[in-house]
C-alpha cells in the first residue's frame, strides 16, 4: 500500500473498494518491512465484511541482521512474506519489525533467520518475488541454493506453513 515508502501506490480505501467490487471475502496487505498501516486496513476491512489478512514483506539479512556491510544485491536483505495466521503470529510480526528496525537496520529493516526462528508461532510464509532468496538462487541457475533456502523456511515455519509463489514477471 502507501505504506510501502517508496514502493506501494495502492490507497488502502481503494483496495477495499476493490475486494468489494470483485466479491472477495478476504484480502492481506504486506507492506514492505512494516505494519504502519495494519490499523487502518483491519478498521477499514472489518467495516466493509472483509476479513483482514495482515501481514509484511519481510527483509531477510543474507547472513545475519546485525552485520552491516555491502555484500551485493541483497544488502537490504531477501524479500520474504509473512503472514498472521493468530493473534500470536501478529504479535510475532510486531517483534519482528521492531527488531527489523531496532537491531538489523542497513538499508532496509532487516531481519534473520535466527529471529525468525524464534518467532515463527502463528505465522505463514511465503517465497516471495524476485527478491526473495528461493527466487534469487533459481534466477542465478543456483538450484541446491533455491532448494536449500525453501527447506530452511519450511523448517523454521513448519510443515504446511510455507509456500512457494509462482508469478509472471513477463520474463522469459
Known amino acids: 500500500t502507501e505504506y510501502s515508502l517508496l514502493d506501494g501506490g495502492n490507497k488502502i480505501s481503494d483496495l477495499i473498494d476493490r475486494v468489494k467490487e470483485l466479491g472477495m471475502g478476504s484480502v492481506a496487505v504486506t507492506d514492505h518491512g512494516n505494519l504502519y498501516g495494519a490499523i487502518e486496513f483491519y478498521t477499514k476491512a472489518k467495516a466493509a465484511g472483509v476479513k483482514p489478512i495482515l501481514g509484511i514483506e519481510a527483509y531477510v539479512a543474507p547472513i545475519d541482521r546485525t552485520i552491516k ?33 531496532t537491531e538489523g537496520f542497513y538499508y532496509r529493516p ?43 523456511y519450511r523448517d523454521i515455519l513448519g510443515p504446511g506453513n510455507f509456500f512457494l509463489e509462482m508469478q509472471w514477471h513477463g520474463i522469459d
Open 69 to 101: 556491510i555491502a555484500t551485493g544485491i541483497a544488502d537490504g536483505g531477501f524479500h520474504l512474506v509473512l503472514l498472521a495466521e493468530t493473534a500470536e503470529g501478529y504479535h510475532n510480526l510486531i517483534k519482528l519489525v521492531s527488531a527489523g528496525y
Open 110 to 152: 532487516r531481519i534473520d533467520k535466527a529471529l525468525l526462528a524464534e518467532h515463527a508461532a502463528g505465522l505463514i510464509g511465503l517465497s516471495s518475488c524476485l527478491k526473495g532468496e528461493v527466487a534469487e538462487g533459481l534466477w542465478h541457475q543456483q538450484e541446491k541454493k533455491a532448494r536449500d533456502a525453501a527447506a530452511t
